[in-house]
């Protein structure tokens, strides 16, 4: 039994979901026209369609790039460059101190 087709895929990183959104966009882009023109319509119709469809896929690409990128801005931007905000400093409400038994009244 050889398990080195398994071993290769293990070791890959994990696929980006644009990427593979983008791999089936491309596809459609090809099996679109293939079925216009398997029931019948015109090669030239098949074609601008096939056109239409590569051009709104690599729009949509260009903006899915470009949001992941302003994401990754906006995360790099929020990171805080001191500790965690949930130190020992100030305590709030929800976390102050020791809890009560629960909804119980204390008495």
């Known amino acids: 039994m050889n398990a080195e087709p398994l071993r290769s895929a293990a070791a890959r990183p994990a696929a980006d979901p644009a990427d593979d959104l983008v791999r089936w966009a491309a596809f459609s882009c090809v099996l679109v026209p293939v079925v216009l023109v398997v029931y019948g319509s015109s090669f030239a119709g098949a074609t601008g369609s096939a056109l239409g469809l590569m051009a709104v896929t690599t729009v949509c690409r260009?903006?899915?790039?470009?949001?992941?990128?302003?994401?990754?801005?906006e995360r790099?931007?929020?990171?805080?460059?001191?500790?965690?905000?949930?130190?020992?400093?100030?305590l709030s409400a929800h976390h102050s101190?020791?809890?009560g038994g629960g909804c119980t009244p204390q008495g």
């Open 62 to 73: 260009l903006l899915l790039r470009q949001s992941e990128r302003a994401a990754a801005e």
């Open 97 to 99: 101190g020791r809890h």
């Open 76 to 90: 790099a931007r929020r990171t805080p460059a001191t500790p965690g905000r949930h130190g020992r400093g100030a």
